[in-house]
């Protein structure tokens, strides 16, 4: 699937955590984005089946994943070689199970400080930032996707 084949279709940000994923969807024109409620991690084939239920209840196109480089040294720490892992897992079950999907990674660098400053200037309670950080996070994930598909 191309790019330009997902059109008017959605697309799904993942920020994914340890203890919290961050879910987020556009709508179809891609003009606006919002945050779902978060995912607490349960295994990785329980989180991969779940996405794509979301998939094609959602009428989701393209899942945008968080990859969280290293900072100094731009190389896949840890958590960017779990990001590539559940990545692969997610387009192969997807390809398995007939679910139309492209799975890309996004360097998600600077996006949680990004979307602690959204947080405060929305005016969210400190007590609600926390749980609301993930699904900011994917938000910025869905809308810096689409700036990039906008330049190509």
Known sequence: ???EDSNLK???GVDLGMRRTGIAVSDELHLTTRALPNLI???RIEDV???LKLCQEL???QVVIG???LMRSEEEGTMARRASGFAKCLQEEANQSNVKISVYLMNESLTSKEASRRLVQSGIKKENRKKALDGEVARILIEDFIEL???Q
């Open 1 to 3: 699937m191309t790019i």
């Open 10 to 12: 959605r697309i799904l």
């Open 41 to 43: 991690p349960k295994s």
């Open 49 to 51: 089946r779940y996405l």
């Open 59 to 61: 009428d989701i196109a």
């Open 67 to 69: 990859y969280p480089v």
């Open 149 to 151: 598909k906008k330049e």
